[in-house]
């Protein structure tokens, strides 16, 4: 089971890579806070934060899964399971 600590914890550094390639304010960014709703968010945005993400974090993510995947709080859990277990 995921640790809701580490989630946390992960959901903050995520939110700061977000607020870095989209250019949203880091204080407007919550864990419910959905990619598509953001101002700057396009195909190119995502394929920059899942680069950033992946840096920032040492994880591979499974591409069609990324994509799938709709709010903050989600990719984090997505952070932690690749973390934890290799690629998510």
Do not use: C, K, Q
Not at 46 to 69: I, Q, S
Not at 73 to 88: F, Q, T, V, Y
């Amino acid at each position: 089971m995921t640790d809701p600590t580490t989630t946390d914890t992960h959901t903050a550094e995520l939110v700061r890579v977000i607020s870095d390639v989209t250019d949203a304010p880091a204080s407007t960014l919550t864990g419910a806070s959905r990619f598509d709703e953001l101002d700057n968010w396009s195909s190119l945005a995502a394929l920059r934060l899942l680069t950033a993400v992946e840096d920032a974090f040492g994880v591979r993510l499974n591409l069609r899964a990324y994509l799938a995947t709709e709010t903050v709080d989600g990719l984090a859990r997505m952070i932690e399971a690749g973390i934890s277990g290799g690629r998510s």
